[in-house]
């Protein structure tokens, strides 16, 4: 199994001088599994699009792009690179397009293909010359062929986002993004009027078995790609509840699940290729001689051979 990034960043695209070094399209990964090279990708953020003309360039030759993409989540940074994924207009292409069940009004294939709309975008849905299909997600065990196997976990975000987990001769690649700690939504302070101690028993009861499932899902993976959007400081000062994670939150996650690797990943668009480098050299020192764990922080272009 072989994962490319194509894109890393979280929120918005953030190209320019100062992320350089770690990319500023927002999330997209390849994977390639077996000796066929067989292809799915995770993600349709804006480094879809340089993927797209790749495949284009590389596999198209060997015959039409047959390939299937598993969205996280229709939030607009893994989504937006989409239309311009240059395979959806050429005749010939066949994909499958996953993603959760919301449990809202709108299915997944109105979702995507409202982005095609001229109120947006020059080229309507229905003139896409691509084979594609939609299916909707919950979570579930699947069995994707060529030795693949798939497990699904609903993550702690706003709208429903999905973890993927691929299994491939005993080998494990694990995506956990866009997420955060889970934790007790209940008043929790005794002296507050609101205060329930029923109810703060239950919530404290419900996050941790929700943050064991978790670590569970993650239990042994060889790759786990984590989103560490912000520092500690960060989340507790001003970013509970925006559904992301922090760098120690993500790592000490890792440690509990006995992962082989950490990839920290979905940057803060506002960190530039300096405070990334510092981040990466803080955590990689502290964790020096105290666990086998690798940490690297996700950078545009990187590949990892599992």
Same mark, same amino acid.
């Given at each position: 199994?072989?994962?490319?990034?194509?894109?890393?960043?979280?929120?918005?695209?953030?190209?320019?001088?100062?992320?350089?070094?770690?990319?500023?399209?927002?999330?997209?990964?390849?994977?390639?599994?077996?000796?066929?090279?067989?292809?799915?990708?995770? &993600?349709? =953020?804006? +480094? *879809?699009?340089?993927?797209?003309?790749? !495949?284009?360039?590389?596999? $198209?030759?060997? #015959?039409?792009?047959?390939?299937?993409?598993?969205?996280?989540?229709?939030?607009?940074?893994?989504?937006?690179?989409?239309?311009?994924?240059?395979?959806?207009?050429?005749?010939?292409?066949?994909?499958?397009?996953?993603?959760?069940?919301?449990?809202?009004?709108?299915?997944?294939?109105?979702?995507?293909?409202?982005?095609?709309?001229?109120?947006?975008?020059?080229?309507?849905?229905?003139?896409?010359?691509?084979?594609?299909?939609?299916?909707?997600?919950?979570?579930?065990?699947? &069995?994707? =062929?060529? +030795? *693949?196997?798939?497990?699904?976990?609903? !993550?702690?975000?706003?709208? $429903?986002?999905? #973890?993927?987990?691929?299994?491939?001769?005993?080998?494990?690649?694990?995506?956990?993004?866009?997420?955060?700690?889970?934790?007790?939504?209940?008043?929790?302070?005794?002296?507050?009027?609101?205060?329930?101690?029923?109810?703060?028993?239950?919530?404290?009861?419900?996050?941790?078995?929700?943050?064991?499932?978790?670590?569970?899902?993650?239990?042994?993976?060889?790759?786990?790609?984590?989103?560490?959007?912000?520092?500690?400081?960060?989340?507790?000062?001003?970013?509970?509840?925006?559904?992301?994670?922090?760098?120690?939150?993500?790592?000490?996650?890792? !440690?509990?699940?006995?992962?082989?690797?950490?990839?920290?990943?979905?940057?803060?668009?506002?960190?530039?290729?300096?405070?990334?480098?510092?981040?990466?050299?803080?955590?990689?020192?502290?964790?020096?001689?105290?666990?086998?764990?690798?940490?690297?922080?996700?950078?545009?272009?990187?590949?990892?051979?599992?």
């Amino acid at each position: 199994m072989k994962v490319r990034f194509w894109g890393v960043r979280g929120s918005i695209a953030c190209p320019g001088p100062d992320t350089v070094e770690f990319g500023g399209n927002t999330s997209c990964l390849e994977l390639r599994f077996g000796e066929k090279g067989r292809l799915i990708i995770i &993600d349709s =953020g804006t +480094g *879809i699009r340089p993927l797209g003309n790749h !495949l284009v360039q590389n596999d $198209l030759p060997k #015959g039409p792009i047959n390939t299937e993409i598993f969205i996280t989540h229709t939030h607009w940074d893994h989504i937006i690179g989409f239309p311009f994924f240059k395979p959806i207009n050429i005749p010939g292409t066949k994909l499958k397009v996953y993603g959760p069940i919301t449990f809202e009004e709108d299915t997944l294939d109105k979702i995507m293909s409202d982005m095609l709309r001229y109120r947006y975008f020059p080229v309507l849905h229905g003139e896409l010359t691509a084979d594609i299909e939609y299916l909707q997600l919950n979570e579930c065990k699947m &069995d994707l =062929g060529d +030795g *693949i196997t798939l497990k699904t976990k609903y !993550l702690n975000h706003p709208l $429903l986002c999905l #973890g993927y987990r691929f299994e491939f001769k005993d080998k494990i690649l694990c995506t956990a993004y866009d997420t955060e700690p889970f934790r007790n939504v209940f008043f929790t302070d005794s002296n507050s009027p609101d205060y329930d101690p029923v109810a703060n028993e239950k919530g404290e009861e419900a996050a941790r078995v929700e943050n064991q499932k978790l670590l569970n899902f993650f239990r042994g993976a060889d790759v786990l790609v984590h989103d560490c959007q912000y520092t500690m400081e960060e989340y507790f000062s001003s970013k509970l509840d925006w559904g992301h994670s922090y760098f120690e939150h993500a790592i000490d996650s890792a !440690l509990k699940a006995e992962v082989k690797k950490i990839v920290l990943f979905h940057h803060d668009p506002l960190r530039t290729d300096k405070e990334l480098l510092a981040l990466e050299k803080h955590f990689c020192k502290r964790m020096n001689n105290q666990s086998d764990l690798e940490i690297i922080v996700a950078r545009e272009g990187m590949e990892i051979l599992l």
